[in-house]
């Protein structure tokens, strides 16, 4: 803020000196480009230091990742348990079909 400030204060400032106003016009342009390059170099700076907490954050968050694993394990944990269930059901019910099956071949006058 402090260089955008006195930019500003060059671009208004009318002075009385010994130097001559093409001269004057010419270092206040530079001075101009000059804070304009450093304000530019700041906010760089601060993107750059932005990227590399969010790099520092994803790359060694622990905990979270820790705990995302957990819950995503306990997910799977849950899911295989009702797989499980459903598969023993339908085992279950096959080998019913398939006594009454069996028994129903056995007992047949048509073999």
């Given at each position: 803020?402090?260089?955008?400030?006195?930019?500003?204060?060059?671009?208004?400032?009318?002075?009385?000196?010994?130097?001559?106003?093409?001269?004057?016009?010419?270092?206040?342009?530079?001075?101009?480009?000059?804070?304009?390059?450093?304000?530019v170099r700041?906010?760089?700076?601060?993107?750059?230091?932005?990227?590399?907490?969010?790099?520092?954050?994803?790359?060694?968050?622990?905990?979270?990742?820790n705990e995302?694993?957990?819950?995503?394990?306990?997910?799977?944990?849950?899911?295989?348990?009702?797989?499980?269930?459903?598969?023993?059901?339908l085992r279950?019910?096959?080998?019913?079909?398939?006594?009454?099956?069996?028994?129903?071949?056995?007992?047949?006058?048509?073999?």
């Amino acid at each position: 803020m402090h260089l955008f400030t006195e930019i500003l204060k060059l671009a208004r400032r009318e002075s009385h000196s010994q130097i001559s106003k093409i001269t004057q016009c010419e270092q206040d342009a530079l001075e101009m480009q000059v804070r304009a390059a450093n304000m530019v170099r700041a906010g760089e700076s601060l993107m750059k230091l932005v990227a590399d907490l969010k790099q520092y954050l994803i790359l060694n968050d622990f905990h979270s990742v820790n705990e995302a694993i957990t819950n995503n394990s306990q997910l799977f944990r849950a899911t295989q348990i009702e797989c499980d269930k459903k598969l023993m059901k339908l085992r279950d019910e096959m080998a019913m079909d398939l006594y009454d099956l069996e028994e129903e071949y056995y007992t047949s006058i048509f073999k």
